[in-house]
């Protein structure tokens, strides 16, 4: 399905192949020789979604692009089912496997690999050729690469990033009332989404 949203809409490749069960919302960009695999959701909120060619987006994965965090997906990249792109840059011939989740203003470098269940926080660098292991947590820039146990850690560096700023726009003293109010307003701009057809 292609949706016009916030007056774009998608623009694909002749070569791409995007699957009937996909959804394609607003400035979404796919390139040549690209796969949307079924139940894949790319939707590009007041920003942009770009997919580089020969990139497979497999199923029930979740690329989002928001202003000022544009998801970029790079050529020949894999991006495994059920994983979540939100506002990140992910370079050439990256892995980002099942389950995998990418923070806004994350860069995954050339041919970084970010396994099962993978966490990458806001405003992470992960350096090319790295691998974030399976379930493990990417924080920071440089990328600290740890274990999941080790949630102190991570916080003492994540607490440091920004999560409140770069994902809601807001002061982290803004509480969950007052932002969700802003979020349902935000997302109140679908009611005048308008399906094209293809």
């Known amino acids: 399905m292609l949706i016009r949203h916030r007056g774009a809409a998608p ?3 002749p070569s791409a192949y995007v699957a009937p069960s996909a959804v394609l919302v607003g400035n979404v960009r796919i390139g ?3 796969r949307i695999l079924h139940g894949a959701v ?3 909120e007041d920003g942009v979604v770009v ?3 020969d990139t497979v987006v497999m199923e029930n994965a979740l690329i989002r692009g928001r202003d000022g965090h544009a998801a970029s997906i790079g ?10 792109v939100n506002g990140s840059t992910v370079e050439d011939e990256a892995f980002i496997a099942t389950g995998a989740a990418l923070f806004p203003g994350s860069i995954i470098g050339t041919g970084a690999e970010v396994r099962i269940n993978a966490v990458v926080q806001v405003n992470t660098v992960v350096a090319a050729g790295a691998v974030v292991p399976i379930g493990w947590v990417a ?3 440089p990328a600290a690469i740890l274990p999941p146990e080790r949630h102190d ?9 920004d999560f409140t700023g770069t994902v809601y726009g807001a002061d982290s003293s803004v509480g969950m009332r007052e932002l969700m109010r802003r ?6 701009a679908h009611r005048d989404d308008e399906v094209i057809d293809r």
């Open 11 to 13: 623009d694909i490749h």
């Open 75 to 84: 050529s020949a990249v894999m991006v495994g089912p059920h994983a979540h």
């Open 42 to 44: 790319l939707n590009a």
């Open 183 to 188: 979020q349902s307003a935000y997302y109140g």
């Open 153 to 161: 850690d991570i916080w003492a560096i994540q607490r440091e990033l």
């Open 51 to 53: 997919v580089g060619d």
């Open 139 to 141: 924080v920071g820039d």
């Open 32 to 34: 040549a020789g690209a």
